[in-house]
Structures are given as C-alpha cells and as structure tokens.
C-alpha cells in the first residue's frame, strides 16, 4: 500500500479527470493526458489539469498511537478563451468544476483516513503569470486532513 499522500494524489487525479460539458466549464477532462501530476504541463491540452503535492504536516492524534496531519496540493487548471474576460471567466468555471467534482465527496472515497478537504481558488488570465498564448490560469489549493496510525 502506498503513503497516504501518493494514495490521495491518484485518488484526486481520477475525481479531477471527468467529463464537465453539462457544468459550469463546459469543458471535458476525462481524455487521456488531460490530467496530469507532478508538474505543471505548458505544452498539454487545454482544457486540462496539473496537480502538484506541496508537503504534508502532522501533528499528534487524539490518542497514542493515532496520526493527525494536514496534507497540502495544488491543482492548476488550463482553460482557452478569446478576451481576457472569457479566460479568466473559463479558468473560474473549470477551477470551480474540479473544485465541486472534489467536495461531492470530502472524503475522496477514503473515509476513515480521511476527515475533510477544504479548497481555495483563483483565476487570472495566463499573461500576468508570463505564459505567452490564451490561456485562462485557474488555481486551487487543497487542504486535505487526515487520521492515521503511523502518520504515513
């Protein structure tokens, strides 16, 4: 079995990888490489998703031999769009997509480890980042709890 943060990585790279033609975004993630992990990927699809894992902070559980910590992640998604405006506004739509598809079930599928997610979001038009082209930039970061016995 896998560290619990490698567990939660492939767990959010499959909630993320849906189709969302009928929500806010109108867009479709679940084609392959639409989703990927590890770095942010420039030269993929748009629309499309990257999630990074930034670190993990524990902390003493309620009892010996119990874990309590905080793992942290950050989702970038890619969204296209003709003006400014519609990029920022497409980016919004997906980061809100993928933040929804996330908190429909806020324990990822994996109760009894976890205890809850909790996301903030922007959106900005890829330009003020440096990233020549239309792209709308959305970004997500996720605070996952988590209650273990060995804290890994």
Do not use: C, H
């Not at 902390?59 to 519609?86: E, K, N, P």
Request: aromatic letters at 6%; zero cysteines; hydrophobic letters at 45%.
């Amino acid at each position: 079995m896998p560290v619990i943060e490698n567990t939660v990585l492939n767990r959010l790279k499959v909630v993320i990888a849906q189709d969302y033609t009928a929500e806010f975004s109108g867009y479709d993630l679940s084609a392959a490489g639409s989703v990927t992990v590890g770095q942010v990927d420039l030269a993929g699809l748009i629309p499309s998703a990257s999630i990074v894992f930034v670190d993990t902070i524990e902390a003493q559980g309620r009892s010996l031999g119990r874990y309590q910590g905080t793992m942290r992640f950050q989702i970038v998604v890619f969204s296209g769009g003709t003006s400014i405006s519609d990029r920022v506004s497409n980016a919004l739509n997906l980061a809100g997509d993928v933040s929804k598809a996330i908190t429909e079930d806020r324990t990822l599928g994996l109760s009894g480890v976890i205890q809850d997610v909790l996301i903030s979001r922007t959106a900005l038009d890829g330009q003020e980042m440096g990233i020549s082209g239309a792209l709308g930039v959305g970004m997500l970061e996720l605070s996952v709890t988590f209650s273990n016995q060995w804290g890994v």
